[in-house]
């Protein structure tokens, strides 16, 4: 072998003892890099998680608040439109007194007229009494279900806030324990699934109450229509005996 051969051979083979060493670091530290990106990076990750999951808490209370002020609101306008018409029918009543009144003339009429003005009014009272009552169950109940449904979302919630908080310790311990980052990223996003399915698990709730709040309206329809029932039967036989009174 001429010196030209042996001296390109040996140039070989120490370029390639200066570059196996170099490279082969190099190649670990890129694996390391890639395994321990996830890591790296996790506090932000977290941060940002967190922080999104709290603005839609308060969107959340914000909408429950909003759902809240709209029933109280519309209860107001409930009574106050009740109370109006309520006040109007009472004096068109006056009013046809009145000219029952002018109307009788004998004593048995004059009586009938008082007797018949009495049961009218004592039977208003009790329609009233029952319609008012119908209405007061009915808020009541309603307030108790729209408590319940809170409750158990509120704790529904904090479980998943605390699901999340123990998913990114979880997280944050086996990154301090050399974990490989992308082992790290899977198990976290397996734990945040199921906090996710968890919380999902409260939708029923939603069904539960809308079926409590029908039964609600159904049970306060019935006693309302129960009480104007029992009304027309009273106000039909106080008419029929007024009209036999004039007819006499």
Same mark, same amino acid.
């Given at each position: 072998?001429?010196?030209?051969?042996?001296?390109? %051979?040996?140039?070989? +083979?120490?370029?390639?003892?200066?570059?196996?060493?170099?490279?082969?670091?190099?190649?670990?530290?890129?694996?390391?890099?890639?395994?321990?990106a996830f890591c790296s990076r996790l506090e932000s990750v977290r941060e940002k998680t967190e922080s999104q999951v709290d603005e839609r808490?308060?969107?959340?209370?914000?909408?429950?608040?909003? %759902?809240?002020?709209?029933?109280?609101?519309?209860?107001?306008?409930?009574?106050?439109? /009740?109370?109006?018409? $309520?006040?109007?029918?009472?004096?068109?009543?006056?009013?046809?007194?009145?000219? /029952?009144?002018?109307?009788?003339?004998?004593?048995?009429?004059?009586?009938?007229?008082?007797?018949?003005?009495?049961?009218?009014?004592?039977?208003?009272?009790?329609? %009233?009494?029952?319609?008012?009552?119908?209405?007061?169950?009915?808020?009541?109940?309603?307030?108790?279900?729209?408590?319940?449904?809170?409750?158990?979302?509120?704790?529904?919630?904090?479980?998943?806030?605390?699901?999340?908080?123990?998913?990114?310790?979880?997280?944050?311990?086996?990154?301090?324990?050399?974990? !490989?980052? !992308?082992? +790290? $990223?899977?198990?976290? %996003?397996?734990?945040?699934?199921?906090?996710?399915?968890? #919380?999902?698990?409260?939708?029923? #709730?939603?069904?539960?109450?809308?079926?409590? /709040?029908?039964? /609600?309206?159904?049970?306060?329809?019935?006693?309302?229509?129960?009480?104007?029932? !029992?009304?027309?039967?009273?106000?039909?036989?106080?008419?029929?005996?007024?009209?036999?009174?004039?007819?006499?």
């Open positions: 072998m001429n010196h030209s051969s042996k001296l390109q %051979r040996s140039v070989s +083979v120490l370029a390639l003892a200066v570059l196996i060493p170099t490279a082969m670091p190099l190649s670990a530290d890129a694996a390391v890099r890639e395994n321990n808490m308060k969107k959340i209370d914000i909408r429950q608040d909003e %759902r809240l002020g709209k029933i109280d609101a519309r209860q107001a306008k409930q009574d106050t439109n /009740l109370a109006s018409k $309520r006040a109007e029918w009472d004096e068109k009543r006056e009013d046809s007194y009145d000219a /029952l009144s002018e109307k009788a003339n004998t004593d048995t009429e004059k009586a009938a007229v008082a007797t018949y003005e009495k049961t009218m009014t004592e039977a208003i009272a009790t329609r %009233r009494g029952s319609v008012d009552q119908a209405i007061a169950t009915f808020r009541t109940g309603t307030e108790t279900v729209i408590a319940t449904h809170q409750s158990a979302l509120d704790q529904a919630v904090k479980t998943f806030e605390s699901s999340v908080t123990t998913a990114f310790d979880k997280a944050e311990t086996a990154c301090d324990n050399g974990t !490989n980052g !992308n082992e +790290v $990223r899977t198990a976290l %996003r397996a734990d945040l699934k199921a906090a996710r399915e968890t #919380l999902r698990t409260t939708r029923p #709730l939603v069904t539960e109450t809308k079926a409590a /709040l029908t039964t /609600l309206k159904s049970e306060r329809k019935a006693s309302v229509d129960q009480a104007v029932t !029992n009304f027309k039967a009273t106000a039909e036989a106080a008419r029929k005996t007024l009209k036999t009174a004039f007819e006499q």
